[in-house]
């Protein structure tokens, strides 16, 4: 910030990017440094409606007062090529008297599509590349790794296991281990009809007294 560089951040969702350009406008704030923190759509929109009261002198002025500003999120929301000169002249301002920090889903060489202009994207690129530099962001989003569904899921399935058991292995260590659900041999259609005639012969012995012959 003291050499007024810039930063952009740009990669999958979920892994960071906005956390830790918080982290360091926090950082800056310690510092007693004055911080702006915009998401790109609400930067054009608030600079849109100054310039509609005529004061958009008035308001670039004021974060013009801020030694670092952030703009997030750029890229997510479509931006008119009016609001895009208005966008830039906040980044051309800023050029070497203050730093920015970029938040964005999309590489650079992308950005003629959030500007609609591709020379006023290039424009802006150099601006940032001559005393900045780029950090990509890669990985499994943070939300989804730890979103209700999937630990809902992951519960689920715990329910569903068997219960642990210990045993003593060899060493007469007690280790972890989990039980089989009890294991069924099919029943043979011979086994119940042998099982029916010992029944039958058991009614006839009660009954009698003495046990039938066989054959």
């Known amino acids: 910030v003291d ?3 810039d930063l952009v951040f740009y990669g999958d969702v979920g892994c960071g990017k906005t956390h830790l350009a918080i982290a360091i406008g926090m950082l800056a704030c310690q510092r007693m440094i004055p911080v702006r923190f915009f998401t790109a759509s ?8 100054a310039k509609d009261d005529n004061r958009l002198d008035a308001e670039l002025k004021s974060i013009g007062r ?6 997030d999120e750029l890229g997510y929301l479509p931006i008119d090529i009016d609001g895009a000169r208005l966008l830039f002249q906040v980044i051309a301002d800023s050029y070497e008297t203050r730093s920015v920090i970029f938040t964005s889903n999309l590489e650079s060489g992308r950005w003629g599509d959030v500007f609609g202009d591709g020379d006023m994207a290039a424009a802006v690129i150099d601006r940032i590349v001559h005393h900045g530099s780029i950090l990509r962001f890669h ?3 943070y939300r989804n790794r730890h979103s209700l569904m999937k630990l809902n899921q992951t519960n689920n399935k715990t329910r569903n296991q068997p219960p642990s058991v210990f045993k003593l292995n060899a060493d007469g260590v007690r280790i972890k281990c989990r039980t089989r659900p009890p294991q069924f041999d099919e029943i043979q259609p011979s086994a ?3 099982c029916r005639a010992g029944r039958t012969r058991s009614r006839r012995t009660r009954t009698t007294g003495r046990v039938p012959a066989r054959g």
């Not at 801020?66 to 703009?71: C, E, F, M, P, S």
């Open 3 to 5: 050499r007024a560089e």
């Open 42 to 49: 609400s930067l054009v929109m608030r600079l849109r409606k």
């Open 66 to 71: 801020a030694g670092l500003v952030i703009i």
């Open 139 to 141: 990985g499994e989003s």
């Open 192 to 194: 119940v009809s042998a």
